[in-house]
C-alpha cells in the first residue's frame, strides 16, 4: 500500500514539469496521475484534495507567471480540471472499493467446501475425493457414530 506523501509528491512533480515547460507546451493531462493512485491506493478524501488542489496551484501559476492568457479563460480551465477530475477521483475510488469488496467475496468462496452434486463426495485439502460420511467423521470425532449418520441423513 502506497502512503498518502507519495501522490502528494506524484502531484508536486507533476506541477513543476508543468510549470518548467512554460506557458505554451502544458500538462494537464498528467494531474490524472496522482488523483487516479491516490483514488486506487488511498482514499477518496485525498483524491479530492488532489483533484482541487492541483488545478488551483496551477491556475496561480498561470495568473501570477504566466500573462498570456486572460483570467476568465484561466479560471474557467481550472473549474473545467476540478470537475473532470473530482468526477474520476469519485469513480476511480468506487470501483476501487467495488473490487476490494469482490476479492474479499472471491476468498469466501473459494473456503467453501468443494463437494459433488452427483455422488456427494467431498474433496479434501489433499486433493482426495472422500465419502461425506468419512469426511465429516474425521473433523468431528467426538460424535457418536449413531448420531453421525442420523444428522447426515436428516441434511441429505
Not at 21 to 29: A, C, E, Y
Not at 84 to 94: F, G, I, K, T, W
Amino acid at each position: 500500500m502506497l502512503k498518502p506523501a507519495t501522490h502528494i509528491v506524484t502531484g508536486v512533480v507533476v506541477l513543476i514539469v508543468d510549470l518548467l515547460t512554460g506557458p505554451f507546451l502544458m500538462f494537464p493531462i498528467l494531474f490524472v496521475l496522482p488523483v487516479v493512485f491516490s483514488a486506487w491506493f488511498c482514499n477518496r478524501r485525498l483524491s479530492m484534495v488532489l483533484s482541487v488542489a492541483l488545478p488551483v496551484v496551477r491556475a496561480y501559476i498561470a495568473a501570477v507567471h504566466e500573462m498570456y492568457h486572460p483570467m476568465f479563460f484561466v479560471i474557467s480551465n481550472a473549474l473545467v480540471r476540478i470537475t473532470v477530475l473530482c468526477l474520476l477521483a469519485y469513480l476511480v475510488s468506487r470501483t476501487a472499493a467495488q473490487t476490494r469488496e469482490l476479492n474479499q467475496r472471491v476468498k469466501i468462496l473459494e473456503g467453501i467446501l468443494p463437494i459433488c452434486s452427483f455422488c456427494k463426495r467431498i474433496r479434501d485439502d489433499q486433493q482426495n475425493w472422500q465419502q461425506l460420511e468419512t469426511y465429516i467423521s474425521q473433523l468431528q470425532p467426538w460424535l457418536m457414530p449413531r448420531v453421525r449418520a442420523e444428522t447426515l441423513r436428516r441434511i441429505f
